[in-house]
């Protein structure tokens, strides 16, 4: 092989190695759905797979939108990292769920994305979708009773959902039901719901049933169908057995549809509609009462009305009051009552404060509700006139200073301040604090600084205290903390003594300070008056003293016995160097503990 | 020619360095300086100038009088949410002032708005700040602790000593009892705009099943994404958006 055939043949090993890391260069996308056929209802998995990324690529997609599918709007992500000839490259694998609604042959969409700063095209895919399975129509049932008759707009129906489970199936339920059809309002579904057990085509079924509201909202033939999501164990599939010997079948999840209902809702007529006619559809009494006939200019009085009877009460509008000259009318406190949440009976309450400005109305003003009522087709009048009332003058004058205000309970306070005024603003800034501060957290940090420097002092208290009674209650302590107070008294005395040269003074408190300071080394703890020159000699061999300590002791009892009794003299020298040892002997005595 | 454009050129030049410090100086207003302004503002009328010159002030600090002051342009400017709002965190810095309470009590009037009930104890309780009930609780709870155990420590207890004790103890529990009456509502929260739809869910799709008032007062109860989950004055529970309500008492 001659030199031009190697080169040629590593030539060809490069190319052979660098294949696949061109190949690796190139990203793809691949979608797939799984499984390619199911049933309305039935959860299936979209998978887009994207491989051959870089360590910085990442795949997003714009959200899927496809009608007739739900998707979950968060798709699980697997993301797993390989090296080829020293190439690192990624994959991602995004999975949607999703549950068809409607059968029929569906296109996800492709979508043209970027990657890496180049465009990449994600391939769109199909998917069929059958009618829901006949075998689950004999298990599971999702019913929604309505009224076989038109319905009129802004008219409030009962309702109820039922949901049947034969009771041989295992099922727990893993949604509330959905109302799908934007043309009815319908009340919260609530968590509680009843259950009992009915028969059906031979067959016993549990079934659940909640109770709700709906309200059409507009006009035409409007649709309305509702879902619930289930877990199931699938009766059909053969049931195996795990590591520990139980049965245990395959669990299905499945969105379970009720029929579609088509409800004809008719407008309201226009005919004969009274111009108090607010929204109120039902059957309603209206009645009103006033707080007071007998009042004063300027007193607020209440004006209660109430709406009772059965029908759409959260839909009805305020009654129409009448601006009578005189009167000064705010707006209400409105309350709705209900017998349940979901009942259609109840009463809704308006309370109108009214204040009389002038003396002259002699009424009341009339209150004006109509309502229709869809039994008979025909909108009702059920107005009330005002009532008669006396107003007299007020002793606080004109109504701009009448005594009123509503209270935080919505009540009126007899404080002095003037309805339609609002106090100025404030020409000066005042005390200035951080806005991420003010409120509540510098409450917090103020509590927790007191709080923190009261523990710390009623700890320091509460140590400095248990140590001062512990001494005191401890009698050696107590002993030991008089004779170093003695001792230390009589040898100040003795150094001053020193100082001046008054021998006989030196040598009584050195004698004394010797005294009180053995007298700590004496378990019996005698009277340190009683102790003479012996006990202290004998104390301080009986305590360890050093001999040379004993001997200066010893030395001391003798000067101060022949100073004491026969009057022996000292120069200030030989003073100053005993005060030295007296010193000596104190401090040594100090460090032995009894 | 060249004679010209050397003088345009240098007035321009002289033009700019003149300006460029009465620029900065317009951007740098203190919050003093932008509270004066808005006062000013709001004198002669100029609502949005005076709103301005309150928010430039209002970006890192706050007073109870910028918050009043923010409350009257924003009721000027017919946004009673707004102006409740400011009022509301007004009234948390000052409580015990009667103008805040005065014109509170005057917007919950024009605007029908009913707020939710106050907490039990609120009304047998002076108007003061909870951080001043926090002191008081703070102080006798540690006297009452001290004057408990600081005479068995030393053995000098006796019957004045428990008296004591046990009177602070009870300033302590009742100041406590205040401070939690009177703490700010953190989930307070206030409607910003009329016909602002109470959605079933979390989505912009969802029917609204009320429409609530600006100004309507409510309580946050969960967050989901830039949904808030409320409950109303009357127990109605739903979801708004973020831009839809605005907490009394800022998030952190």
Redesign the interface.
């Known amino acids: 092989m001659n030199r031009q055939q190697m080169n040629m043949t590593f030539a060809r090993l490069i190319l052979f190695f660098l294949f696949p890391v061109t190949a690796l260069s190139a990203v793809t996308i691949e979608t797939a759905v799984y499984p390619q056929a199911l049933a309305v209802g039935q959860t299936g998995q979209y998978v887009v797979h994207a491989k051959n990324l870089e360590r910085s690529d990442d795949l997003t997609l714009e959200p899927l939108r496809v009608d007739g599918l739900i998707f979950h709007p968060s798709p699980s992500r697997q993301v797993s990292t390989q090296m080829i000839n020293f190439n690192t490259s990624r994959e991602i694998r995004l999975t949607w769920n999703f549950t068809p609604r409607i059968e029929g042959l569906y296109t996800i969409p492709g979508q043209q994305i970027t990657i890496g700063g180049k465009p990449v095209q994600v391939p769109p895919v199909q998917v069929r979708v059958t009618a829901q399975q006949e075998v689950l129509k004999g298990v599971f049932d999702l019913q929604v009773n309505l009224p076989q008759r038109p319905l009129y707009v802004g008219e409030s129906i009962a309702s109820e959902i039922a949901l049947l489970i034969r009771s041989d199936v295992q099922a727990q339920l893993r949604s509330l039901p959905e109302k799908e059809g934007?043309g009815f309002?319908?009340?919260?579904m609530s968590n509680e719901f009843r259950t009992d057990r009915v028969r059906k085509n031979n067959y016993e079924f549990n079934r659940a049933s909640w109770q709700i509201l709906l309200t059409p909202?507009r006009a035409g033939e409007e649709k309305l169908r509702y879902s619930i999501g289930i877990v199931y164990e699938d009766p059909s599939a053969p049931r195996s057995r795990d590591i520990f010997g139980f049965q245990q079948g395959r669990v299905e999840e499945l969105m379970l549809l009720s029929p579609h209902y088509s409800i004809t809702v008719l407008d309201l007529p226009t005919q004969d509609r009274p111009a108090s006619f607010n929204g109120a559809v039902g059957n309603y009494q209206l009645s009103a009462v006033l707080s007071d006939t007998q009042l004063r200019t300027g007193d607020p009085i209440t004006l209660t009305i109430t709406i009772a009877g059965s029908g759409n009460l959260?839909r009805i509008g305020q009654p129409a009051i009448e601006a009578l000259d005189g009167w000064r009318i705010?707006?209400?406190?409105?309350?709705?009552v209900r017998e349940r949440p979901d009942s259609l009976n109840g009463k809704k309450i308006f309370e109108f404060?009214l204040i009389a400005e002038t003396t002259t109305p002699n009424r009341s003003p009339d209150v004006g509700f109509a309502y229709f009522n869809p039994d008979t087709a025909r909108y009702v009048d059920a107005s009330v006139p005002g009532k008669q009332v006396t107003i007299e003058q007020g002793t606080t004058g004109l109504a701009g200073s009448m005594n009123?205000?509503?209270?935080?309970?919505?009540t009126p306070s007899n404080?002095s301040?003037q309805?339609?005024?609002?106090?100025?603003?404030?020409?000066?800034?005042?005390?200035?604090?951080?806005?991420?501060e003010?409120?509540?957290?510098?409450?917090l940090n103020?509590?927790l600084t007191?709080?923190g420097v009261?523990?710390i002092?009623?700890a320091v208290?509460?140590f400095s205290?248990?140590r001062?009674?512990r001494s005191r209650q401890n009698l050696s302590l107590q002993w030991q903390h008089h004779c170093q107070q003695s001792a230390q008294k009589f040898l100040s005395q003795a150094q001053t003594a020193a100082k001046s040269g008054a021998a006989q003074d030196f040598i009584g408190n050195a004698f004394a300070a010797v005294r009180a300071s053995v007298a700590n080394l004496d378990i019996k703890r005698r009277p340190i008056d009683s102790l003479v020159a012996d006990d202290l000699i004998e104390l301080a061999q009986n305590a360890k003293v050093n001999d040379d300590t004993i001997q200066l002791i010893r030395n001391l009892c003798v000067e101060y016995e022949s100073i004491h009794y026969a009057g022996a003299a000292f120069d200030r020298d030989s003073l100053q160097r005993k005060s030295g040892e007296l010193q000596a002997i104190i401090k040594h005595l100090d460090t032995i503990i009894p | 020619m060249r004679n010209h454009l050397k003088i345009m050129s240098l007035l321009i030049a002289f033009l700019l360095l003149v300006a460029s410090p009465l620029t900065s100086v317009a951007q740098s207003l203190t919050?003093?300086e932008a509270?004066?302004a808005g006062?000013v503002a709001?004198k002669e009328q100029r609502w949005e100038d005076a709103l301005t010159h309150y928010l430039t002030?209002?970006q890192?600090?706050?007073?109870?009088?910028?918050e009043?002051?923010l409350g009257?342009v924003y009721?000027k400017l017919e946004q009673p949410g707004n102006a409740f709002v400011h009022w509301r965190?007004a009234h948390?810095?000052q409580p015990q002032n009667?103008?805040?309470q005065?014109?509170l009590?005057?917007l919950?009037?024009?605007?029908?708005v009913?707020?939710f009930?106050?907490r039990w104890g609120v009304a047998f309780v002076p108007s003061l700040?909870?951080?001043i009930y926090?002191?008081i609780a703070?102080?006798a709870g540690?006297m009452a602790?001290?004057l408990w155990?600081?005479p068995r420590?030393?053995?000098k207890e006796n019957i004045i000593t428990r008296l004591a004790s046990f009177v602070a103890c009870a300033v302590a529990v009742v100041t406590a009892a205040a401070a939690f009456a009177m703490?700010?509502d953190?989930k307070l929260a206030i409607i910003l705009s009329d016909e602002t739809p109470l959605r079933?869910a979390p989505t912009a799709?969802s029917?609204a099943?009320?429409k609530l008032t600006s100004g309507a007062h409510v309580r946050f109860m969960e967050r989901h994404h830039n949904y808030w989950h409320i409950r109303t004055v009357?127990n109605q529970?739903?979801y708004v958006t973020d831009n839809e309500v605005e907490p009394?008492?800022?998030h952190?």
């Not at chain 1, 309805?419 to 991420?436: E, Y």
Request: proline share 12%; aromatic share 8%.
């Open positions: 934007d309002l319908q009340t919260p909202i959260d705010y707006q209400p406190k409105v309350e709705t404060i009123f205000t509503r209270q935080q309970n919505g404080q301040l309805p339609d005024q609002l106090r100025p603003p404030m020409t000066h800034p005042g005390k200035w604090s951080n806005r991420s003010a409120f509540g957290s510098a409450n103020s509590a007191v709080n009261l523990a002092l009623m208290a509460c205290l248990h001062r009674e | 919050p003093e509270f004066f006062n709001f002030a209002y890192a600090h706050t007073s109870a009088a910028l009043l002051n009257h009721h965190r948390l810095l009667p103008d805040i005065h014109n009590s005057i919950h009037s024009i605007t029908g009913i707020p009930p106050p700040s909870a951080g926090v002191l703070s102080l540690w602790l001290g155990v600081l420590i030393i053995r703490w700010p953190p079933i799709e029917p099943q009320t009357d529970t739903g009394v008492i800022p952190q």
